[in-house]
C-alpha cells in the first residue's frame, strides 16, 4: 500500500505542481482544500478537477470564517488591489495577506494526518514570489515542522508527520516547467483573486500577473481563457 | 486603554479560570470559542457566560467541521468513555483525544490576535490533568510560540505574540483554588462530555470526575448540579 500523503489543494498552480510531485513519490494523495470566504468558488471547483487528475484517496473541503475576525482583502468586502505589472510585489506585507492563513491550513492538515494515518503533508508555499507573506518563508515551515513534532501522537511515539514544502525555493516560471514536465493540467487550474462574473480570470490581479508571468518566462503558453486581453509582461 | 488579549474559553472551568487571570492582569479579554461538532450546545453557553463575567471587549464562536476527518469521541458518534475513577485518566493517549485539536485552536487564536491587535493569547491547557494528551504538554506551547514568532506579521517587524499557559503545571484543584481566589463564578461553567437531555452533567465522564476530584481536594463544594449522584471519590 502507498503510503499517505496530506496535500493542502487551493486549486492554483501552485498547490497543482505540488499534489503532482507528491504524487510522483509514490504517495496516495488525501487533499485538503480551504473553503473560507473568498468571493468566489471557482477555485474550489479547480481543486476538486486537480484532486481527480491526481487520483486523489479522498479529498476533505473544510469550510472555515475566517471573516469573523477581518483582517485581509481575500476575505474582507473591500476591492482586489489591480497592480500594474507584477513588480509591485513584494515590497513589504501585501494587502492580500490573510493572518496566520498557512498556520491554521497546516494544522488541520495535521489533524487529518494523523486521523488518516498519513506520514506526510505537502504544502504548495512559495518563498520567492511571496516574500511578504510571513507564513511562506523557509524559517515558517522549520517552525511549524517542531510543532508537529511535539503536537500529535505521532510525536509522542516518537514517529513524526513530515512537512514537504517543496517549491518554497522556485519560481513562478521553475514551478509551471517542474509541473508541465509531471504532466500537470494547467488548463484546470485557477488563480484569480477577482474572476469576472463568468468565472473568466481578470488579468490583472496580483495573482493574474504573477501566473501570466511565470508562463511567459517558462516560454510558455497559459491555457486558461481571460476575461480581457491580459496586460502580461509582453505586452 | 488595556492591552488586548485573545482568551480560549470553552467554558469549563480551566478556561474560566484563565480568563480570570488575564482579566486579574489587566487585559481586555477578546474571547475565542469553537464549536466543532459536540454532540452538546452547553459549552458554547456556557462560554458566553463567562465571557460576560470578565466583561470580554467581544466573542467571536468560529465554527470549525473536524468531523470531516473523524477520529475522537467528541466528534465521532461513538460512546464516551465512562469510568470508574479518574485513576483510568493517564495511562496512554485517551480515547477523548482530538487530534491537533489545541494547534488549530491556537492558529485560530493566532490570526485572531493578529486582525484585532492583541499581543498576548491565553489557553487553559494543562499538563497535569491532561498527560495524555500531547497538545498539553509545555514542549507544544513553547513550540507553538516559536511558531508565532515566524509565523505572522509581528514576526516579520520584531514585535511578537505571547502565548501564555499559566495552568500548565497546576492540578485541577489549584486551578479551582486560583479561580476561587480571583472571584469565579463556578456555576457558570460547564465540564461535562455527555450531559442529560436537560443539559445537567453526568457526573460518570471522565471531564466530571476530574472535576469532581478537583472541588473535593480542594475542600470545596461544586455548585453545579448533576443529573445523578455523583460517583466522587469521596462515595
Redesign the interface.
Known amino acids: 500500500m502507498d503510503a499517505k500523503a496530506v496535500v493542502l489543494l487551493s486549486g492554483g498552480v501552485d498547490s497543482a505542481t505540488t499534489a503532482a510531485i507528491a504524487r510522483a513519490q509514490g504517495f496516495e494523495i488525501h487533499a485538503l482544500t480551504f473553503q473560507y470566504g473568498q468571493r468566489h468558488k471557482a477555485e474550489v471547483r479547480a481543486a476538486g478537477d486537480v484532486a481527480r487528475t491526481v487520483r486523489a484517496a479522498q479529498h476533505?473541503?473544510?469550510?472555515?470564517?475566517?471573516r469573523?475576525?477581518?483582517?485581509s482583502a481575500l476575505t474582507d468586502a473591500i476591492e482586489v488591489p489591480k497592480s500594474a505589472s507584477v513588480h509591485g510585489i513584494g515590497g513589504g506585507?501585501p494587502i492580500t495577506?490573510?493572518?496566520?492563513?498557512?498556520?491554521?491550513f497546516?494544522?488541520?492538515a495535521?489533524?487529518?494526518a494523523?486521523?488518516?494515518g498519513a506520514s506526510d503533508i505537502f504544502i504548495g508555499v512559495n518563498a520567492v514570489d511571496y516574500s511578504g507573506y510571513?507564513?511562506c518563508?523557509p524559517?515558517?515551515i522549520a517552525?511549524?515542522q517542531?510543532?508537529a513534532?511535539?503536537?500529535?501522537?505521532a510525536?509522542?511515539t516518537g514517529a513524526s508527520i513530515k512537512i514537504h514544502a517543496p517549491l518554497i525555493d522556485m519560481s513562478k516560471s521553475e514551478i509551471i516547467r517542474e509541473g508541465t514536465r509531471l504532466g500537470v493540467d494547467f488548463s484546470i487550474t485557477h488563480s484569480c483573486y477577482d474572476p469576472a462574473p463568468d468565472g473568466l480570470a481578470c488579468g490583472r490581479c496580483d495573482s493574474c500577473l504573477l501566473r501570466l508571468q511565470g508562463f511567459f518566462d517558462a516560454g510558455l503558453n497559459d491555457p486558461i481563457a481571460y476575461a480581457q486581453t491580459p496586460s502580461g509582461p509582453e505586452a
Chains 1, 2 share one sequence.
Do not use: C, S
Open positions: 476533505v473541503i473544510q469550510t472555515i470564517d475566517l469573523a475576525f477581518g483582517g506585507i495577506y490573510v493572518p496566520a492563513r498557512n498556520t491554521i497546516l494544522a488541520f495535521l489533524a487529518y494523523e486521523v488518516t510571513p507564513d518563508r524559517a515558517f517552525a511549524f517542531r510543532l513534532d511535539v503536537a500529535t501522537k510525536g509522542v
